[in-house]
């Protein structure tokens, strides 16, 4: 699926608010909304503007997939904006995932370091390249089997675009109901099988760390 085969179509369901104060908000992004508007006619539906009417300052700091779901936070100040922006550049957040993979992964714990760019004729799939790809980490932790499938708790070391759905694929267990890169069973599913689990972060006002969760509603 290319960008022009791409059909929008975002979900009824509504973000929930995890956190809010004077300088963050924090929300449970459900799977099937685009972060930010995307290019193109129909694409203005997305959680940023979803949230705006009750945030009015609301400014961007990171972005999950469309059809990933959970943990998202923005800033409600130019301040925090910058603070928790220079957080992410630095690697200084911390992020957990909880997915579910085709078949049995295996070590139960491992990591993958594959250098990651934009795969141009096949936009926005992304693909590994060892010459002009950027760094991309990814530790892995399996939680369970099940049956066929296999979830795992994947914590990424870097935040490339599609890191943890590539860096599975190339481990022959992509993420169940990926439609970029899985096929055949793997990809009938309901939804990716993809959510942002936690975020910790230094709180903008006074440094303090702080945790937030989402359920994993899979």
Not at 16 to 28: A, N, P, S
Not at 70 to 95: D, M, N, S
Request: hydrophobic share 35%; glycine share 8%; aromatic share 6%.
């Amino acid at each position: 699926m290319t960008d022009q085969e791409f059909v929008y179509r975002p979900t009824a369901e509504q973000p929930r608010v995890l956190h809010v104060d004077h300088e963050i908000l924090v929300v449970d992004k459900p799977a099937g909304l685009l972060s930010v508007p995307g290019k193109g006619e129909g694409r203005d539906d997305c959680l940023i503007n979803r949230l705006r009417g009750a945030f009015p300052t609301i400014l961007l700091v990171h972005r999950l997939d469309l059809d990933t779901s959970g943990v998202t936070i923005f800033g409600l100040t130019p301040h925090a904006q910058r603070h928790l922006g220079l957080q992410f550049e630095h690697r200084q957040t911390k992020k957990h995932y909880i997915a579910r993979l085709w078949g049995h992964l295996e070590p139960k714990e491992g990591h993958v370091d594959l250098p990651l760019c934009v795969d141009w004729p096949n936009r926005p799939r992304q693909h590994v390249d060892h010459e002009n790809g950027k760094p991309a980490q990814t530790d892995w932790r399996v939680l369970r089997y099940e049956s066929d499938t296999t979830r795992v708790r994947l914590t990424p070391l870097t935040g490339r675009s599609h890191q943890l759905r590539v860096h599975m694929k190339e481990q022959g267990h992509p993420i169940l109901g990926d439609p970029l890169y899985s096929e055949g069973p793997a990809r009938d599913f309901p939804r990716l099988m993809l959510h942002a689990e936690s975020l910790r972060i230094r709180h903008p006002d006074g440094g303090r760390y702080m945790t937030f969760s989402a359920p994993v509603p899979f």
